[in-house]
Structure formats: C-alpha cells, structure tokens
C-alpha cells in the first residue's frame, strides 16, 4: 500500500471508494459523505410536573429564608448598634447622659501621673420609633453582659472595669461599667460591651479611651511667698489667671495661722497642711467653681472657727482628707452643684458639722468614712444631696451630739459599719 493509501481511511458510503478521514464529497461519484443525524422535536414537559418544581423551589427559598433570618446574629458597631427583633428596633449606644443617643464613640481624658481615676462607661438603650427608654424592657431579653479593656500592646498603664450592672448613680443609664485607671503616661485602650441575648445573638459595641498625662505645678513655701492670707490670696489669683485650667496645681502650705478668708476661684487647687506644726485657717475659706471644674483637695488643714461663720463653703467639687473643723456655725458646706465627701475629718463642737445642699449631679464618690463627729449641735445635715447613691458612713464615729444626721431629704445612708456613742 502507497504512503497516500495508508491515509485513506474513509470510504464513501455510496460508492465505496476510499476517501482522506476530512473528505465531505466523493470525487468518483459526485455524491456528499456528510452523515446526517435526524433530530428528533423536544418533548413538552407536564404542566402539573413544573408547577411541582416551582413550588420546590419556593419552598427550598422560603427554608433557607428561615434559616438566616432564625439563626443567631453578631452585631458589632463603634458606640452604637441598631438591632431589631420581634417587639420592635432599637438604638443601644455608648454615650454621655447630656445626650443618650448621640454616640460616644471616643473618651479623650486626663490624668495626673500616678493618681488614680475612676469614670463610668453608660449603654443607653432607646426606641427606634419614638425615642423612649426601653432600656427596662430591653434587659428582660439579655441572657448576660460583659465588658473588657484591651490596652496597646506594651502600655504600663493600670486599667480596670466593673462588669455591666445598673447602677444607683446613673439612674438613666440601662448599665453602666465603671472604668479605673492610673498612669505615668500616656496611653489608649478599646473598650468592647458584649451582649448575650435569650435568642442567641451577640451584641458588641466598642469605644475608644485616649488618656493624656495633666501637667502637674507643684508650689512650696520656700519657693513662692505663702506666709500670709493675702500672700496665698495673691499666689491662687495668679495661678488662676496664668495656669491652664486642665493642669493640677499643688499648694504644699507653710505651718502658720491664716487669719481672715480666703477664697480659690476660676480653677482647682490641691491644698497641703504642712506635716509639722500643721496649717490652721481661723477665717472661713470658700471655693467657686463649676460642677464640670477637677476635684479641690484639702489635705491635713484645721479650719478653727469662734462660733460663727462657714469653715469650708464650696460650689465646687471637692474632698476634705484629714482635716478638722472646730467651733464653726457650719464646719463645711457643700452647695450649688458641688459634690462633696469628707473622709477621715473631726467635726467638733460645731452648731453644724457637714452639711450637704446641692442640686447637682456630680457624682464622683460614695464613701464617707473614718470621720469623728464630736458634740455639735447636729452632726450632719443632708438638705438636698443631687443623686440617690447611698452615702457610706463606714467606721464614722458619732459621739455626744444633739443629732446625729438630720436626713431632710430622704437620702440613702449606710450606716451599718458606723459607730454611735
């Protein structure tokens, strides 16, 4: 067989003459080679038997429907998270009480070095429809709540927080966590709310904490002229005019008598009683500021009175530690929108001792602790105190006076540590 035979594999079905595999026509017969394959027409499908696969479909449809729409969901957002369920929509948000549905979504704060901090992280849970507090309602469907900080990695910072509850003090709040911490510098941390409903979704919610260190000035007697009332008076003025308003400014004090008043306006001021011989204020000393001002510390002051007048008389927020008040009409008198604690003072022989009538809500400070209240007329008045938070008076003595506490306003007192003699 020849080389061109040997490809000739096809032959032609008329004539059968051999043809190339390719070949479409037979050049000895004239005739086409194409195979022709008859087609046969579609066969309809049933009617009833596609009505039958539509409505597998749509079932299969409304199942997987089911299925995404009743398994559990994560929800995660920064300061807020809309989430909607049977009863109705609703906004859970991290914000400040001035305005609950405005989302938080940062806390920029300050903090002296090495002094602690303590500041609350509120969930506000409101109606989408209306904008009402459905935060009562809204707990009924949480199986569990939890916080957590996390801080940048390497940061040497101390931060802490209490796990989501209701809290006395926060009355508008749904929960709140209080938040402490304490630092020689500067830092960041995220905080992470985490809900866990009945039906199984979780809720997070983030916010981010930025804590920047607060300038601290410290002036000392032998360093600035503060031997005299008018000395001091003429130090605190200028401070105030000259010192920015967020920095902490410490007046560690000589060991004199001050004589006549005295007054710390337009910023705090952190007040020292010199260790030996001690810092006596015979006239009566008064702090103006706002609620929204840093705390006033005084610290190892005796406040010496002649049976008249106010020792210690703020509009400001402010903490007397270790100090005494004696012979005063009033030993110390928190008014306006301050909120004021004393801790670890002697109130004696004062027609008043402590007195609390203020209208604002400054909360800072539950405890009231370690104080001796000694033969004064009335111990304690409680006129007008701006929160329900009880007032611990833990290991305060109540000694030979007229009235213990004269509880005007209904406050919520714990007593049940305090002494009475």
């Given at each position: 067989?020849?080389?061109?035979?040997?490809?000739?594999?096809?032959?032609?079905?008329?004539?059968?003459?051999?043809?190339?595999?390719?070949?479409?026509?037979?050049?000895?017969?004239?005739?086409?080679v194409n195979?022709?394959?008859?087609?046969?027409?579609?066969?309809?499908?049933?009617?009833?038997?596609?009505?039958?696969?539509?409505?597998?479909?749509?079932?299969?449809?409304?199942?997987?429907?089911?299925?995404?729409?009743?398994?559990?969901?994560?929800?995660?957002?920064?300061?807020?998270?809309?989430?909607?369920?049977?009863?109705?929509?609703?906004?859970?948000?991290?914000?400040?009480?001035?305005?609950?549905?405005?989302?938080?979504?940062?806390?920029?704060?300050?903090?002296?070095?090495?002094?602690?901090?303590?500041?609350?992280?509120?969930?506000?849970?409101?109606?989408?429809?209306?904008?009402?507090?459905?935060?009562?309602?809204?707990?009924?469907?949480?199986?569990?709540?939890?916080?957590?900080?996390?801080?940048?990695?390497?940061?040497?910072?101390?931060?802490?927080?209490?796990?989501?509850?209701?809290?006395?003090?926060?009355?508008?709040?749904?929960?709140?966590?209080?938040?402490?911490?304490?630092?020689?510098?500067?830092?960041?941390?995220?905080?992470?709310?985490?809900?866990?409903?009945?039906?199984?979704?979780?809720?997070?919610?983030?916010?981010?904490?930025?804590?920047?260190?607060?300038?601290?000035?410290?002036?000392?007697?032998?360093?600035?002229?503060?031997?005299?009332?008018?000395?001091?008076?003429?130090?605190?003025?200028?401070?105030?005019?000259?010192?920015?308003?967020?920095?902490?400014?410490?007046?560690?004090?000589?060991?004199?008598?001050?004589?006549?008043?005295?007054?710390?306006?337009?910023?705090?001021?952190?007040?020292?009683?010199?260790?030996?011989?001690?810092t006596v204020?015979?006239?009566?000393?008064?702090?103006?500021?706002?609620?929204?001002?840093?705390?006033?510390?005084?610290?190892?002051?005796?406040?010496?009175?002649?049976?008249?007048?106010?020792?210690?008389?703020?509009?400001?927020?402010?903490?007397?530690?270790?100090?005494?008040?004696?012979?005063?009409?009033?030993?110390?008198?928190?008014?306006?929108?301050?909120?004021?604690?004393v801790i670890?003072?002697?109130?004696?022989?004062?027609?008043?001792?402590?007195?609390?009538?203020?209208?604002?809500?400054?909360?800072?400070?539950?405890?009231?602790?370690?104080?001796?209240?000694?033969?004064?007329?009335?111990?304690?008045?409680?006129?007008?105190?701006?929160?329900?938070?009880?007032?611990?008076?833990?290991?305060?003595?109540?000694?030979?006076?007229?009235?213990?506490?004269?509880?005007?306003?209904?406050?919520?007192?714990?007593?049940?540590?305090?002494?009475?003699?």
């Amino acid at each position: 067989m020849t080389e061109e035979a040997s490809i000739l594999t096809q032959t032609c079905p008329h004539c059968g003459a051999p043809l190339h595999p390719d070949a479409v026509f037979c050049p000895y017969c004239a005739r086409s080679v194409n195979r022709r394959i008859q087609r046969r027409p579609p066969r309809p499908v049933p009617r009833a038997l596609r009505y039958a696969a539509v409505l597998v479909l749509a079932a299969a449809a409304l199942v997987l429907t089911l299925f995404f729409a009743t398994r559990p969901r994560t929800y995660d957002g920064w300061g807020e998270v809309i989430y909607t369920d049977s009863d109705g929509t609703y906004q859970l948000v991290l914000a400040w009480p001035e305005n609950r549905y405005q989302p938080a979504y940062e806390l920029n704060l300050r903090s002296e070095a090495g002094e602690p901090y303590r500041v609350p992280s509120r969930l506000y849970i409101n109606h989408m429809d209306s904008g009402a507090d459905a935060g009562a309602l809204f707990l009924q469907k949480v199986a569990s709540a939890e916080a957590e900080l996390i801080l940048e990695e390497g940061s040497p910072a101390v931060l802490t927080c209490s796990q989501p509850a209701p809290h006395s003090a926060l009355p508008d709040a749904a929960l709140a966590s209080l938040v402490d911490y304490e630092a020689e510098e500067d830092f960041s941390a995220q905080m992470v709310w985490t809900l866990h409903m009945d039906r199984g979704d979780t809720i997070r919610l983030r916010q981010d904490y930025h804590v920047t260190r607060i300038p601290t000035y410290d002036y000392y007697p032998q360093d600035v002229p503060m031997g005299t009332t008018g000395e001091l008076q003429a130090l605190i003025d200028e401070i105030a005019a000259t010192v920015e308003p967020e920095a902490v400014v410490n007046l560690y004090l000589p060991a004199v008598t001050y004589e006549g008043s005295l007054t710390l306006s337009g910023r705090s001021f952190n007040l020292y009683g010199a260790e030996e011989g001690g810092t006596v204020f015979a006239g009566p000393v008064r702090i103006d500021g706002s609620a929204d001002s840093q705390i006033s510390y005084l610290y190892d002051i005796d406040f010496q009175g002649e049976g008249t007048g106010v020792g210690l008389s703020t509009a400001a927020r402010a903490r007397a530690v270790n100090c005494t008040f004696t012979g005063w009409k009033t030993g110390f008198l928190g008014y306006g929108t301050a909120w004021v604690n004393v801790i670890g003072c002697t109130f004696e022989g004062n027609e008043t001792g402590f007195h609390f009538n203020s209208l604002g809500g400054s909360v800072n400070h539950s405890m009231y602790n370690d104080n001796v209240f000694r033969r004064n007329g009335t111990a304690v008045v409680l006129e007008n105190v701006p929160s329900d938070l009880a007032l611990n008076f833990e290991n305060s003595v109540f000694s030979d006076n007229e009235t213990d506490i004269d509880n005007r306003c209904g406050q919520p007192v714990d007593i049940s540590r305090a002494i009475f003699q």
